[in-house]
């Protein structure tokens, strides 16, 4: 019923490729090098696209109706009112690398969808490239502006970009793992890019405001697609008596995840905060929560104005007023919980009202004062 091409860099010859959508809104999505399975970033835009929009499942290749009950339960609560199904033919084509990144979106515009979907900054010159040589295309593109030869973010007509304010979000986090540990905490990020260094600074941060003394660690492992490398990171950190370890590394934090949970497994008293997704379901003892980016939500959002014949381009920007951040619910017990909650939750008010705004860069951070307590 519904049609997905899926792989890397296929041939425009491939009888596969030439397979058009017979009728019907379709959509098409290309994703990073993380790929589908991420459990992470890629993950979050694939539901958005194929569970919340095209209530589907994913399956040896071909797309399966979804139980009404099913898709329900992953959908927050409080967006179930809001995300409706949407009749469409999703079609996903995952990179290997990054030189696949053009011709794959390429192939989904030859594939005929109504919009072009790019996930991650990495795709930034691909998307204005293939939206520049289509211009009646729809695009997508999330975690990036489209920037000039300078660095500037400039506008074409087709494109939308959305990107997130992820250090509110990772603020909220480190607010939490300040309040869990006694001296020391740990962050892993993946690549030192900017992008990145914006999870480090909300988190420094969150843990500056409700524990001072605490001694924030930091390791970047240099990718997003190696889970070995992310294992190690933490390993490291866990080895140092990191408390509680908040990892903003793709792919590799869930090799981050699985060091912690060895750890605890072993006797460690260390708590893991996941990233993008919740990822409590890699490790429901180890992990604390989730620094949840909506990236689904940026998804689902297209598709809908898409199908309404409202999408328009434009420079988006999601952060905890707009709901494009917040943090996965905590399940796990640890002394003063109830107390520690509803620090977090005050903290959230602050920034949300405007009245707490949260560094995102190590310059700001240096000049930050945490507000009283």
Request: charged fraction near 20%; charge should be negative.
């Amino acid at each position: 019923m519904l049609l997905a091409v899926t792989g890397c860099k296929k041939d425009s010859k491939d009888p596969k490729a030439e397979v058009k959508p017979k009728s019907g809104l379709t959509v098409g999505l290309v994703t990073d090098i993380g790929g589908r399975g991420d459990q992470s970033f890629n993950d979050s835009a694939l539901r958005g696209l194929e569970v919340w929009a095209a209530g589907s499942t994913y399956k040896g290749g071909s797309y399966e109706p979804m139980p009404a009950a099913a898709r329900d339960a992953l959908i927050p609560d409080e967006l179930k009112s809001r995300i409706t199904p949407i009749a469409l033919k999703p079609i996903v084509v995952q990179s290997k690398v990054q030189e696949d990144y053009q011709p794959n979106l390429q192939l989904v515009v030859d594939q005929g969808a109504g919009l072009i979907i790019g996930v991650g900054f990495a795709l930034e010159n691909a998307v204005e490239a293939v939206a520049k040589q289509n211009p009646d295309s729809k695009f997508l593109l999330i975690d990036s502006p489209i920037l000039d030869a300078k660095g500037a973010p400039q506008a074409l007509k087709n494109v939308r970009t959305v990107v997130f304010k992820e250090h509110e979000g990772s603020f909220l986090v480190g607010a939490l793992a300040g309040l869990v540990a006694n001296e020391k905490v740990g962050f892993v990020g993946g690549m030192e890019i900017p992008l990145i260094k914006k999870f480090e600074a909300g988190f420094r941060a969150g843990v500056k405001t409700t524990n001072p003394k605490a001694q924030v660690l930091v390791q970047y492992t240099g990718s997003f697609d190696n889970v070995q490398h992310g294992k190690q990171a933490a390993a490291d950190l866990v080895a140092k008596n990191a408390e509680v370890i908040f990892h903003a590394a793709g792919s590799d934090g869930t090799g981050v995840i699985q060091a912690v949970k060895e750890a605890k497994d072993g006797g460690k008293n260390v708590f893991v905060i996941g990233v993008d997704s919740d990822q409590s379901h890699l490790a429901p003892q180890a992990v604390l929560t989730s620094m949840v980016k909506r990236v689904d939500l940026a998804v689902w959002q297209a598709i809908k104005d898409l199908e309404a014949g409202t999408f328009s381009a434009g420079d988006g920007v999601m952060g905890l007023k707009e709901g494009g951040v917040t943090f996965a619910p905590v399940t796990l017990d640890f002394p003063g919980k109830a107390e520690a909650l509803a620090k977090v939750k005050a903290l959230e008010a602050a920034i949300v009202a405007g009245t707490l705004v949260v560094p995102s860069n190590e310059k700001d951070l240096e000049g930050f004062a945490p507000p009283a307590n």
